[in-house]
């Protein structure tokens, strides 16, 4: 072996050359694997696989070549030069592999500011030759690492951008692209996916119902209490505020509640038709549902000035029984309310 060698080292070393033998450099070396003690002791053969260096890709005059040095010290524990050592190499078998097919999808590709997207690679594995002067392996190439390129992501729960499955969020609206390098040992393969993901604003969606949609407003004995349930659903980002409002504004917040409780009870103050609204507020976001004349509020007051319904009476007793006698109103609230007479 010609030439020069770049950090050469003591012992078995690889070294690989890719101007035909002028200048070599070092795969691997010190590649004994046995006891250096005692003569006999390293009589083995050990199958080891060395990755060539980019800068040998597609190099017509690649040489690669083996060496054993000898450190001519016969007091320290190699007694190479004192046994003169050597060691053989023999069935020699270089590969070449094709690039990996590479892949990617997202559980999700249009998402909320801050939502989590978990990123799958789909990796279809090559096959590798293997070859020497008598014969040829055909076997896999694994992948051997993971690059992701995404400007504006942020990769979250302890995922990198070196992950198979990373995860990430972002921060702003818009859309993103997504670069996925994947090694092996045949090569890198890139594969981009422009205005991938789309993120933006999630606000929550409004909706309500109540449990009673003519409420009584008089007699004060008969006052309905009409209970709201919130039904607003978010997508994401929790909602932090409700905001109720009623027209006319004739309505009482009771039972501890507020314009801004998620589930109020209120009483209405005067018969009519009530518009309602609710606003829904988070971090996305507001949403407002409004239910046009939902309830109709009435009196609910019996007997004459109540403005409840009027009664009309009507007897017909056989053998006229009940001629002559007088019928009277009983009303709960005022009591006794005038007569009727008989016809």
């Not at 060698?5 to 694997?33: C, F, K, M």
């Not at 051997?144 to 992950?163: C, K, L, Q, R, V």
């Not at 029984?321 to 005038?338: H, K, P, R």
Request: with cysteine; proline share 5%; glycine share 10%.
């Amino acid at each position: 072996m010609g030439g020069s060698a770049n950090g050469l080292e003591a012992h078995s070393t690889i070294l690989y050359s890719i101007d035909g033998g002028v200048s070599w450099n070092v795969v691997q070396n010190n590649l004994a694997n046995c006891l250096h003690t005692f003569a006999g002791t390293c009589n083995d053969w050990h199958r080891r696989s060395f990755a060539l260096p980019s800068d040998a890709d597609n190099q017509p005059d690649l040489r690669i070549a083996f060496r054993w040095t000898e450190d001519g010290n016969t007091n320290n524990n190699t007694q190479d030069y004192a046994l003169g050592a050597s060691f053989n190499v023999d069935n020699v078998m270089l590969s070449s592999c094709a690039k990996p097919n590479a892949d990617f999808d997202a559980n999700s590709t249009v998402v909320c500011k801050n939502q989590g997207i978990v990123l799958r690679t789909d990796i279809i594995p090559t096959p590798g030759v293997y070859k020497n002067c008598l014969s040829t392996l055909v076997d896999n190439c694994p992948v051997i690492g993971y690059s992701w390129n995404i400007p504006g992501a942020t990769f979250i729960n302890g995922t990198t951008a070196a992950d198979k499955n990373p995860q990430i969020t972002f921060a702003a609206n818009g859309t993103y692209t997504l670069e996925l390098t994947v090694s092996s040992c045949g090569g890198d393969s890139v594969i981009t996916k422009t205005n991938y993901i789309a993120v933006s604003d999630c606000p929550p969606v409004a909706d309500f119902m109540a449990d009673n949609l003519n409420p009584c407003f008089e007699p004060v004995g008969k006052l309905d209490t009409v209970s709201f349930t919130d039904l607003s659903v978010t997508p994401f980002a929790p909602i932090t505020a409700w905001n109720w409002t009623f027209s006319p504004a004739t309505v009482t917040f009771v039972n501890g509640t507020t314009a801004a409780s998620q589930n109020p009870q209120v009483t209405f103050d005067a018969a009519g038709s009530y518009q309602v609204s609710l606003q829904t507020t988070s971090a996305e976001g507001s949403d407002t549902e409004t239910k046009i004349a939902y309830f109709e509020v009435i009196s609910c007051e019996c007997g004459s000035g109540g403005g409840g319904p009027v009664i009309i009476w009507s007897e017909d007793f056989d053998g006229n029984g009940g001629a002559g006698s007088n019928w009277d109103i009983l009303n709960e609230t005022i009591g006794t309310q005038g007569d009727i007479p008989s016809h």
